[in-house]
Every structure is written in C-alpha cells, then in structure tokens.
C-alpha cells in the first residue's frame, strides 16, 4: 500500500472515531437537537428491547472478535499490517454510529432525580467519565491505540515497533482506568430511562466479560510481570496504595 494513502486513511479513521467520540457524548447524555438514548418510545416495548440488544451485540462481537491476536493474524492476510488497527478502529466507530441511529427509546423512568444540585453532581461524574476516558488513552499511548502511530511510523519508513509493558499514573492504582471511565459515563444518569437501563447493563456485562478475555491476551504478550501487577492492583475499584514495580517508564497496554 501506498504510504501517504495509507497515512491519509488511517486519518480519516481517526477522525471519523473523534465524531463518534463526541456523538457518543451527546447520544448517551441526551445533549443537543440530535436523537439520544431516551426519548418518545415508537414502537412496542418488546420489539425496541429486541433491536436494541442486537445492536448492543452487534457492537460487542465486532469489537471483541477484531481485537483478538489470532483475528488479527488472519485478517492481516487481506489487510496490510500498518492499517490494522484503523480499520478495527473505523469498523467500530461505524458498529456505534449504527447503534445510534437505530436505537430505539423505550420510554418508562425507572428513576429521575429532581434536585437541581444532585442533578448537576451527577452530570460532574458523567463528564468526569469521559474526562477520564481520554485521559486514560493517552496514559496508553491515545495515537497508537486508535491507529495513528502505526500509519505515521509506516509513512516516515519506519518499522512499528510494540508498546513496552509499563505502568504509569493511573494504572498504578487500577488496571483498568479506561473501562473505570466508561462506568461512569453509562451509569452516571439523573434520569435512567428503560432503555438506558438495558444499554448501562448490557455494556457493564460486556465490559466484565471483555476484561478477561484482554487480560489474557495481555499475558500472553507480557508474562510474569503483567501477573504481578494483576495479582497486585484491582480491575475496577482503585487500590489506595499505588503499585510499585522496578519498571515505572512504560504503560499497562489494553489491548482494545
């Protein structure tokens, strides 16, 4: 493939995740002239919870699935290596714009909050989320994650070389900060609709589920000091007393 429309492609991907990123931001916290999570329900309880779990298990099949290595391995065969991770990364911004336009309201608050204060605390943690989210990307490496480094590194003639295991900031205190961010963003609802109900479990489930399917990819690729660190430092709940290793220069990699 050509280097400049390999850069250029991988590009495009990246910014077409940015406009999902922020659609994502107004669909789930119901921001703006646009169609969110809740709304008026048009169509029968049951036929919205069918559509909607099938979104839901469109997106957590494709994102699962395209991040395992032996995937990975076979899709390379049709994909060249430096576009790898920008076309996983455009498949899944496309599997979320679908979700968006799809999604079906459901209607019925299961609870709503009146105070005006509690409200505006609640919307903290929800921007707080997402606040958390990018910060625990670029904790990663963000440009390598979603792509970036890969086609600027094949661009410049360079070959891509993996991110080293290492444990900076945030993940000294929990492994998994970027999922920690999306918790909040799902469950982080002063009104909590039926249908947000079924995204903010369905997702949460995902989440736990995809967690150790990682983990095991993530020992496979770094050995006995990812178990160390594992057997020291929580998934979800952050630890008080930060992890301490010999290694404090590189990042706890997640792999999707």
């Given at each position: 493939?050509?280097?400049?429309?390999?850069?250029?492609?991988?590009?495009?991907?990246?910014?077409?995740?940015?406009?999902?990123?922020?659609?994502?931001?107004?669909?789930?916290?119901?921001?703006?002239?646009?169609?969110?999570?809740?709304?008026?329900?048009?169509?029968?309880?049951?036929?919205?919870?069918?559509?909607?779990?099938?979104?839901?298990?469109?997106?957590?099949?494709?994102?699962?699935?395209?991040?395992?290595?032996?995937?990975?391995?076979?899709?390379?065969?049709?994909?060249?290596?430096?576009v790898e991770r920008?076309?996983?990364?455009?498949?899944?911004s496309l599997a979320?714009?679908?979700?968006?336009?799809?999604?079906?309201?459901?209607?019925?608050?299961?609870?709503?909050?009146?105070?005006?204060?509690?409200?505006?605390?609640?919307?903290g943690l929800y921007?707080?989320?997402?606040?958390?989210?990018?910060?625990?990307?670029?904790?990663?490496?963000?440009?390598?994650?979603?792509?970036?480094?890969?086609?600027?590194?094949?661009?410049?003639?360079?070959?891509?070389?993996?991110?080293?295991?290492?444990?900076?900031?945030?993940?000294?205190?929990?492994?998994?900060?970027?999922?920690?961010?999306?918790?909040?963003?799902?469950?982080?609802?002063?009104?909590?609709?039926?249908?947000?109900?079924?995204?903010?479990?369905?997702?949460?489930?995902?989440?736990?589920?995809?967690?150790?399917?990682?983990?095991?990819?993530?020992?496979?690729?770094?050995?006995?000091?990812?178990?160390?660190?594992?057997?020291?430092?929580?998934?979800?709940?952050?630890?008080?007393?930060?992890?301490?290793?010999?290694?404090?220069?590189?990042?706890?990699?997640?792999?999707?």
């Amino acid at each position: 493939m050509n280097r400049i429309v390999a850069f250029l492609y991988g590009t495009l991907c990246y910014l077409l995740f940015l406009a999902t990123f922020l659609y994502g931001v107004a669909f789930i916290g119901n921001f703006g002239p646009i169609k969110t999570i809740d709304g008026t329900a048009m169509m029968p309880f049951g036929q919205a919870l069918l559509i909607n779990t099938l979104l839901l298990g469109l997106f957590a099949v494709q994102h699962s699935v395209m991040a395992r290595p032996a995937f990975k391995r076979w899709w390379t065969r049709l994909v060249p290596k430096p576009v790898e991770r920008s076309t996983y990364v455009l498949f899944s911004s496309l599997a979320l714009l679908l979700l968006f336009y799809a999604w079906q309201p459901m209607g019925m608050a299961v609870w709503e909050i009146e105070d005006s204060m509690l409200r505006g605390a609640i919307y903290g943690l929800y921007a707080g989320g997402w606040l958390l989210i990018l910060v625990a990307t670029f904790l990663i490496n963000h440009f390598d994650l979603f792509g970036m480094r890969q086609v600027w590194l094949y661009l410049k003639g360079r070959p891509y070389t993996p991110l080293k295991f290492s444990v900076p900031s945030l993940y000294r205190y929990v492994r998994h900060p970027l999922y920690v961010g999306w918790l909040l963003t799902f469950w982080a609802a002063p009104t909590m609709t039926a249908a947000h109900l079924v995204f903010a479990i369905a997702s949460t489930a995902y989440i736990l589920i995809a967690i150790r399917w990682e983990e095991r990819d993530l020992i496979d690729a770094h050995g006995p000091a990812y178990e160390a660190y594992r057997a020291q430092v929580p998934m979800l709940v952050p630890n008080l007393q930060p992890y301490a290793s010999g290694d404090r220069g590189a990042r706890a990699l997640e792999v999707a």
